[in-house]
């Protein structure tokens, strides 16, 4: 998919662009880490979806990294033209209400790792500083409905969505017949080969809870700093 982008132009770009980010997007932070450490010409699209997922829960730190990336790779066609599922991005000064939307109640399992995810989500918030409210909405609450808490989210003033976690919600996004109304950062992924409807779904691969702690971690070490 990175080979043909040179041959493609408008709008084939860019369905080619969110093909090629939703696909590393699905890797885990170690696996990221092990393929950026190598010398190759897919470099600058590694070392944006690394910026992604090891900072999926500090807005902040992926607007940094974001204008760091854009710095370093500024001759890059992606500099310039950014998958629009990076939109949420543009306006990060602006966002003062995100809400987090998890399974917190949807069965042992899931709600253990909802509940390591919220862990490291307010890790990274409290380590940044950051004065933005968070909304915490559980998902479980909307099984066959997920649109209706995205739109609970929007009414709250929420302005970013984080999550929802499970696939069956996930696929109920990328199919849904209108856009979004505000961006939703899902933290998993459903058909790769769909692009959503809707230009500002931003999916990750899901975490264990190993490296949800991992990513605490990072973020309190980054916070120290």
Not at 83 to 107: E, V, W, Y
Not at 201 to 223: C, K, M, T
Request: net charge positive; hydrophobic share 40%; proline share 5%.
């Amino acid at each position: 998919l990175i080979d043909i982008s040179s041959l493609l132009d408008g709008q084939q770009l860019a369905k080619n662009q969110e093909l090629i980010f939703n696909s590393l997007n699905r890797l885990s932070i170690h696996r990221l880490q092990k393929l950026r450490s190598k010398k190759n010409k897919y470099k600058p699209w590694i070392n944006l979806a690394y910026i992604m997922v090891q900072y999926k829960y500090n807005l902040e730190q992926q607007r940094k990294q974001l204008a760091r990336w854009q710095e370093k790779w500024e001759d890059h066609p992606l500099a310039n033209k950014l998958p629009k599922s990076l939109s949420h991005l543009q306006d990060a000064n602006q966002i003062t209400h995100i809400a987090l939307l998890l399974p917190f109640t949807a069965g042992t399992q899931l709600a253990n790792l909802s509940s390591a995810i919220r862990s490291g989500f307010m890790a990274a918030y409290f380590a940044s500083g950051s004065n933005i409210m968070v909304s915490f909405i559980d998902s479980s609450k909307y099984d066959g409905h997920i649109f209706d808490a995205i739109r609970l989210s929007a009414m709250k003033g929420a302005q970013l969505v984080i999550g929802p976690l499970q696939k069956k919600h996930i696929y109920a996004l990328q199919s849904y017949p209108a856009p979004l109304p505000l961006p939703v950062l899902a933290l998993n992924y459903g058909d790769i080969a769909t692009i959503p409807i809707a230009n500002n779904l931003l999916q990750f691969g899901l975490l264990p809870e190993d490296e949800v702690q991992y990513i605490a971690e990072q973020a309190w070490r980054e916070g120290k700093k």
